[in-house]
DNA sequence: CATATTTACGGAAACGTTTGCATAAAACCA
DNA sequence: TGGTTTTATGCAAACGTTTCCGTAAATATG
């Protein structure tokens, strides 16, 4: 059995509580038996047993996180980038003597069970929820027990009773379809994954919105979705049958951005010579391809680190407002993009950039 | 305040401690109560304070995982290893209701801070380290409290009081290097990071066995190391200007495999026409780069679920022999080797496989 | 039918803290 | 100097369980 606060206040001739307030460094406390008593614990080798602490104080200093593993590839790559959420909060955590606990479950429903032995066993004061998705039963059962909870994601409903942290994806691909824009492209194609995820929605329509703030005439015929994975090849291959071929694309994940870049390569097309490529998310995979991808950075880290803020004010302060975090992204240029020539934007005659 | 064991007893008219024997569902409980009991605690939404719970078992139900994040690049890379193993230890806790915790430190002596707290603080049962390596407190700290602890990687003192999982890398290294040889290559370099690891020996170890076995020479010249990150170029750059240039390289990481496929790329020399890789470690990277590299699977997901498996063993018998479990690695053929002809293993004139 | 055994449950201590309340000693004030 | 405030500490309850021990009722035994 290891040394208890009882034992050191025996040790030093004080009672139990005497000890228990010159841990917290009571000032009600002398700084002579203050001395005295950390020299016995030392001696003694004492550590508090947070288990027993977390029982009378109702709190356990420590955060859940709703990790969504999947054995897909297309969620293999998830992987990475909830990797670097995950440091995010653990950087912001670790700052305010927080632990972490994740979830271990791989299926919905084992998940969901986690959570609820996670706060209805009183392990955890908050969660943070990675990735928002439909019919989830995770997020309503927290508000539903008023557990303090953030989103890394954007919430479907109720957006306004939840603290969120999310990409503005509209203005990101904007951001992006503007950058190729203005490097006189204007057959630009856009490649998303399925289609009814909110995400996706958001940058079609940010796509279109560069367009149309620069007068020119949005065609849904450069929108695809690969709804398959690696079926880029047959997108791809759509693409290049058109008669106005497309002289760049947006890419909405990375692992598509490989696919892509793949499907090219085997169609003999040269990146970036013959067609730029622009691809969401900055990742390991991103940076080692061949080209070196150009991508938009969506700061996972800072994600997740805003997420772990978020949560850890509404446990100091339930009243905090439950605003949402939004997170800039940023046009990270790699090799796989060069601007055209300004009168002609066709393949032929182009400077490098 | 939340509904507690108390409150169902009440309502159920029986005592706490029956209630307790319900949940535990104690054969000295007659089924008549424990069919009331549990239709109260139904309907009063009870759930079981786990902290309370861990306070008088003294035990949580609770591994602690040490993880090692780093910011460089090289290690990122090993998030995508991490992240595997964690979901193998994941899977094996889920299925024996475990819960796990992850230490939030970055640096060398927050990530000790962290393990001591779980472990003092007895918020853990047991630990589960992530790599094995030098100058190490945590390892000497969990011996030295007598922890049931696991450690991925191979510890590099007192192995046989401890408990760990890895892969045989001389031996993953020899058939690596068995490999091109059955498929008549002859000069075969050899890349690894940084050789004062136990890991890169054992490889260089395998990898001139190989050899041997072979009846053919050993040769220190086709055995390089790669310092400092992104330096594959100079070390490609040695290979070409030896007299009898190698055919093949076995190289020890997915991010010198893709550093190499880069340097070879900007000399024009392709892959695997002119040389053959062999990679350690098959994930993302290497499934996503062009050609699909050929790679060693030191199967990530398993070292983590027998980590976790030890672990659990030993905690519910702390007398459990410490075995040390090794994962048989697998080559996994992918596009990045090619074999020469029989009489002939010049670069010229061969047959792709 | 009396005694021994089993069954089913209640009472209360224990796990290791924190914290509200009480109080003795010290310090201050007039 | 007597009273009041402040300082420093102790006592005991509380947090929500589990579990040892005891015992009445039910059942078995001879």
Redesign the interface.
């Known amino acids: 059995m ?1 040394i208890t606060i009882k034992d050191v206040a025996k040790a030093a001739n004080v009672a139990p509580s005497t000890v228990s307030r010159v841990i917290s460094d009571s000032r009600h406390i002398s700084e002579k038996t203050k001395k005295k008593v950390r020299k016995v614990m030392d001696e003694l080798g004492y ?6 602490r ?2 009378v104080q109702q709190s ?1 200093k ?1 955060l859940g996180v709703v990790l969504k ?1 999947s054995e897909s ?1 297309v969620w ?2 998830g ?2 980038f ?3 959420v995950l ?1 995010g909060i ?2 912001h ?2 700052q305010y003597g ?9 299926t919905e429903d ?1 998940i969901y069970g ?1 959570v ?3 706060v ?4 955890v004061d908050g969660m943070i929820v990675l990735y928002a998705k439909k019919n989830d039963k995770v997020v309503p059962f927290l508000l539903d027990k008023a557990i303090p909870f953030s989103v890394v994601g954007k919430p479907l409903e109720r957006m306004n009773e939840i603290m969120f942290v999310d990409n503005d994806n509209m203005q990101a691909a904007k951001d992006a379809t503007d950058f190729l824009i203005q490097r006189n492209h204007r057959q630009i194609g856009f490649i998303g994954d399925n289609p009814t995820f909110q995400v996706i929605q958001d940058r079609v329509e940010g796509y279109y919105k560069a367009f149309e703030e620069h007068g020119l005439q949005r065609d849904a015929s450069y929108v695809k979705f690969v709804h398959t994975p690696e079926e880029e090849g047959a997108v791809v291959e759509e693409f290049l049958i058109m008669e106005a071929k497309p002289t760049a694309l947006v890419i909405s994940t990375p ?1 598509q951005g ?1 696919g892509v ?2 499907a090219l ?1 085997k169609r003999g097309i040269r990146v970036p010579d013959e067609i730029s490529l622009i691809v969401f998310n900055k990742t ?2 991103t940076e ?3 080209p070196v991808l150009t991508t938009i950075d969506t700061e996972a880290f800072q994600l997740g680190y805003e997420a772990s803020k978020g949560v850890i004010e509404l446990i100091n302060n339930p009243n905090t407002f439950k605003r949402s975090v939004i997170i800039p992204t940023k046009i990270e240029p790699g090799e796989s993009h060069r601007k055209l020539t300004e009168d002609n934007n066709s393949v032929i005659d182009v400077t490098i950039e």
Not at 47 to 52: F, I, R
Not at 98 to 106: A, N
Not at 120 to 123: M, W
């Open positions: 290891a550590h508090t047993n947070l288990n027993a977390g029982l356990t420590t593993y590839d293999k790559l992987n990475l909830v990797s670097e440091q653990s950087a955590c670790h927080y632990s972490i606990m994740i979830t271990t479950g791989s084992e986690d609820v032995r996670m209805q066993g009183k392990q692992l490989v870049l793949k390569h390991l995979i080692m391809s061949i």
